[in-house]
């Protein structure tokens, strides 16, 4: 299987709830590290892993954010980090696939289902200044869920008249998953910019994106 490593910059994992059981309230996590051991001839061995720094949560709503962090919701000053880990279990359709993912959020580890589409590959440059050092492979992925908050111990709530609820116990999950080939990585020093979180990453960009540390 080849190894590819999450692209931080690009990958993402968006969640809503319903609000006062009439809105959408939507928010992301960002700076998500993993890796991938795919190749599309042996798409059902599949596996990936991965984690979620808990503490960069944003919805768009300073005190919103703050609450979330708290230790009614996710607790980041305890638990930091989110973390999965799965792999692909049954192929649906062309480019369709079911995984099963064991994530841990506040200490609780529950398999969740998700529903993955394979959205390609393609090949880009790799700049540095005005030096294309070479090629790096992406593959992308979109991955769909539902879960219940409180099997994961995020369980804040508030009653509202006439039976309903602050904050929904379904939660909608989107992963957006960009990640690129180790291999081109190591062979045109891209791999740095992902080992030292002190490298500047305005001095190199894939195409006309900015690579990331």
Known sequence: MTTWLFEPGHTEVGF????????????????????????????????????IDATKLWTGEPMRDDHLRSADFFDVEHHPRITFGGRFVERTGDIDFKAAVDVTIRDSTRVVELDVV????????????????????????????????????????????????????????????????EGDLEATGAIEYYRSVAQEPSTARAGTSEVPS
């Open 16 to 51: 809503r709830a319903r609000h006062m059981m009439v809105a959408w309230v939507r928010g992301l996590f960002k700076d998500i590290h993993g890796k991938l051991e795919f190749d599309w001839e042996s798409c059902l061995e599949t596996t990936f892993e991965g984690e």
């Open 118 to 181: 394979y959205l390609g590959q393609w090949e880009t440059p790799f700049w540095v200044g005005d030096e294309n050092r070479g090629t790096l492979r992406r593959i992308g992925f979109e991955g769909r869920a539902k879960v219940n908050r409180h099997d994961f111990g995020v369980s804040w709530q508030d009653h509202i008249p006439g039976g309903g609820v602050v904050v929904s116990n379904e939660i909608d999950l989107v992963l957006g998953l960009e990640a690129i080939h």
